[in-house]
């Protein structure tokens, strides 16, 4: 027994030569010579537990990211291509389509067949290379006061310039910088902890920590909105979302440019969030007593039917449900490209992408802290389709039958993201000046490059995906698809080992 296993040392190996180790078969079909094969596929996986070479890889990916555009001395110019004939021509052809559909509706006819046909373009037409829907915003948008609240300070506000590029100093050695930001921001106290865990878990505010972790996304968006108010120019920031030790998700962000310290502190006291949704504070419904579904939500007792979720923002007061804030720990340092801060701070914000947000539990303690905190997400609405809102008597948005208080679906309940359901990586539109899919192509260009290969372009209508069934017999086993990558992976290294080799010998000589 004390043997080591054969297929973990396979695993072993493969994760050393950066080898996923669990691949994802699919068939691709060469449209073009009509060629069909059976390919592994990298999983992609960002969590460490499933696949740790995956893992790495995105976490490199993303550090080359945050790196190419933190301390950039040039606007970055996002110009759109050109349309070409076939989008024109799919967009014309969208056009007569719409026109059909508009004059169907006037004569009180069934709209239902173009409606699909409007939808299957609408598809057709991302899938052609353009962004965006050619409608814009279709659904109308509530509208709240946007005056500021009594109880939170105001914001300096500057005339805005049209440019991403922070400001430059000038040395007296005639030496230009062009320093930067990083910001640590954390959530308030929720009660005296000790060692990731509450000194008294009766005093603790379970329910302010449950709400704040689902709605800390839309804190982090006010701010960046407060934060390019008051620079006076359009703030390029690249930030990650970490879990503390208390479990509370707090956010380090590299910022573009630099601010004052107290300037920076200034805006995160200032930047709040209201949540304008029905009271969730009464539970209405619960136990073997809910709703029941009668071609809507209705009162189990009296057959009432519930308020839709429109009719319960219409009967919304003068005080928001709930209201987030940042905590007073702010932490602002200057950071210059180049230097050892720098890099220190591009591995830190790194450093938690490959676990997942519940991962770093240590103790009994914790782990009593951590499913307590669980237990106060479990009823908690996390957005406006959550069935949970049928326990506070509101029908969800978009209400279908088996809707059940308790059992949401949504990964915010899920212990493993602790009520934080947004992208854990947040990274501005100008940043790199590239898509992380262009980061990524740019990895691989390097590496065919080195490998003596061309780097040709892929036509993306070349080849179509298909997944393959369970038992197919062209899938080999598992086994022997991770000792054909193992291989495959040497092969590569042996090669850009001899280049090495190559390129050193005539300094040596």
């Known amino acids: 027994m004390a043997q080591p296993l054969a297929r973990d040392v396979a695993e072993e190996i493969a994760k050393l030569h950066g080898v996923c ?12 010579t009509g060629k069909s094969e059976v390919v592994d596929v990298p999983c992609g996986s960002p969590l460490e537990s499933k696949c740790p070479p995956c893992a790495k890889r995105n976490r490199q990916l993303r550090m080359a990211q945050c790196r190419e555009g933190w301390h950039l001395d040039e606007e970055p110019i996002i110009t759109p291509d050109e349309a070409t004939d076939g989008q024109r021509c799919l967009v014309e052809f969208r056009a007569d389509m719409q026109a059909k559909r508009d004059t169907e509706e006037k004569a009180s006819g069934d709209t239902s067949d173009l409606d699909a046909v409007l939808t299957g373009l609408d598809i057709e037409i991302n899938e052609a290379g ?29 005339k805005m310039d049209s440019t991403t590029l922070g400001r430059t100093f000038e040395a007296a050695d005639g030496r230009t910088y062009r320093p930067s930001l990083f910001v640590t921001l954390t959530l308030p106290s929720y009660g005296k902890v000790m060692n990731g865990a509450p000194v008294d878990p009766d005093m603790y505010d379970y329910v302010r920590a449950a709400r704040d972790a689902l709605h800390f996304s839309k804190l982090v968006d006010r701010f960046v909105q407060n934060l390019r108010r008051v620079a006076g120019y359009d703030v390029q920031y690249f930030a990650t979302v970490e ?57 189990p007792d009296t057959g009432e039917v519930l308020p839709t979720w429109d009719e319960a923002l219409d009967q919304l007061g003068d005080e928001p449900m709930h209201v987030i804030r940042f905590g007073d720990q702010v932490d602002v ?7 050892p801060d720098a890099d220190q701070c591009i591995r830190y914000l790194s450093k938690y ?3 997942s947000l519940g991962e770093t539990l ?3 303690a914790q782990r009593e802290h951590a499913a307590r905190f669980v237990d106060a997400l479990r009823y908690e609405p996390c957005s406006p389709t959550c069935p949970n809102w049928l326990r506070y008597g509101v029908q969800p948005k978009n209400a279908k039958p088996g809707m059940v208080p308790g059992c949401c679906r949504s990964k915010a309940h899920k212990p493993e993201h602790l009520g934080y359901a947004g ?9 790199s000046n590239k898509t992380l899919a262009e980061h990524k192509q740019d990895r691989r260009t390097w590496v065919l490059e080195a490998l003596g290969q ?24 598992i086994g022997v698809r991770l000792l054909r990558s193992i291989a495959e992976r040497q092969r590569w290294r042996a090669h850009l080992r001899r280049l090495e080799e190559l390129s050193a010998t005539p300094q040596a000589a």
């Open 21 to 32: 180790i669990r691949p994802v078969a699919l068939r691709r079909l060469d449209m073009t």
């Open 130 to 158: 353009m962004r965006g829907n050619v409608l814009g915003r279709t659904a109308s948008k509530r509208v709240r006061s946007t005056k500021r609240r009594q109880d939170a300070p105001d914001l300096p506000k500057r």
């Open 362 to 364: 240590d103790g009994q």
């Open 333 to 339: 340092k200057g950071v210059l490209a180049g230097s």
């Open 353 to 355: 992408l490959t676990k």
């Open 423 to 431: 992208r854990r990586v947040l990274v501005s539109r100008k940043w």
């Open 454 to 477: 061309a780097d040709e372009p892929t036509d993306p209508h070349r080849y179509v995906w298909q997944p393959v069934r369970p038992g197919d017999p062209e899938v080999a086993p």
């Open 243 to 299: 879990p503390q030790k208390r479990l509370a998700p707090h956010l380090h962000m590299a910022v573009r440019g630099t601010l004052p310290r107290a300037e920076m502190k200034q805006i995160a006291a200032a930047t709040y969030h209201q949540v304008w949704w029905p009271q969730a504070d009464e539970a209405r419904f619960e136990g073997d007593r809910l709703p029941i579904w009668n071609d809507g939500y209705v009162d």
